[in-house]
């Protein structure tokens, strides 16, 4: 596995309204082939950051935007295809069980989904494939994107809050799941649970005010190091 640079964003800024920038001066370099955890308090943009990368937020600028080393444009098709994102508040194709889900998602993305039964298994979901996702709980949806996301390898996989809503043999399934990620692609995730990003992650960035003001590597990673940056402003 290589250690190059995969996605390379500097001086960005973006917001819901043009005079109201959720993100500004906001930098960001992710490697290949690293799982990175994204903290901070509510309202800092760590969403808002995962919405841009994938095109859901028109409104943005930066002074450079590159994937492996070339000019980025979020929204082309070519981009698209090369990355998936699970949102904490995720209601799409509520009509589709997970077997059709799943299956759109493959022939959207040209791929084919491998490994998709014994994550059925390790998420606890054999029960639930065939059923609507507008009749699944908020933990079982959770399940059926997370299953599909692993099952698709992108080369940038984003999840927002991945947590919420698991129970605990399913939470330690996913911790699993995202530690071994980096032998396919980068992880990019947002969490406020300290235990996800101090288990998981190779990088942590603690963003704040819209902005990425500390990082920590690997042996530096530390639950009450963390907890102490993010409480020199605001308890959490």
Not at 44 to 53: E, P, Q, S, V, Y
């Amino acid at each position: 596995m290589g250690n190059s640079i995969l996605l390379e964003m500097n001086d960005l800024t973006v917001g819901y309204s043009k005079d109201k920038p959720v993100l500004s001066g906001f930098d960001i370099r992710l490697n290949s082939h690293e799982v990175v955890g994204l903290i901070g308090l509510n309202g800092a943009g760590k969403t808002t950051f995962m919405k841009t990368l994938c095109g859901l937020m028109k409104e943005y600028r930066a002074t450079e935007c590159k994937w492996h080393g070339k000019p980025l444009v979020l929204r082309d098709n070519s981009f698209k295809k090369t990355r998936y994102a699970v949102f904490a508040e995720e209601h799409s194709f509520q009509y589709f069980t997970f077997r059709e889900y799943s299956s759109y998602i493959a022939s959207a993305y040209g791929k084919e989904l491998t490994d998709v039964e014994p994550l059925i298994d390790g998420f606890g979901f054999r029960e639930y494939t065939d059923i609507c996702f507008k009749e699944l709980s908020t933990g079982n949806l959770k399940k059926a994107y997370l299953i599909t996301a692993f099952a698709l390898k992108p080369e940038l996989l984003l999840l927002d809050e991945p947590v919420n809503g698991l129970d605990f043999q399913s939470t330690e399934y996913l911790y699993r799941c995202m530690e071994n990620y980096k032998k396919h692609g980068t992880l990019l995730f947002a969490s406020h649970i300290l235990e996800s990003i101090c288990l998981t992650s190779d990088r942590v960035l603690v963003v704040e005010n819209g902005e990425i003001r500390k990082k920590f590597e690997k042996e530096e990673i530390d639950a009450v190091t963390i907890r102490e940056v993010l409480g020199e402003h605001e308890t959490v």
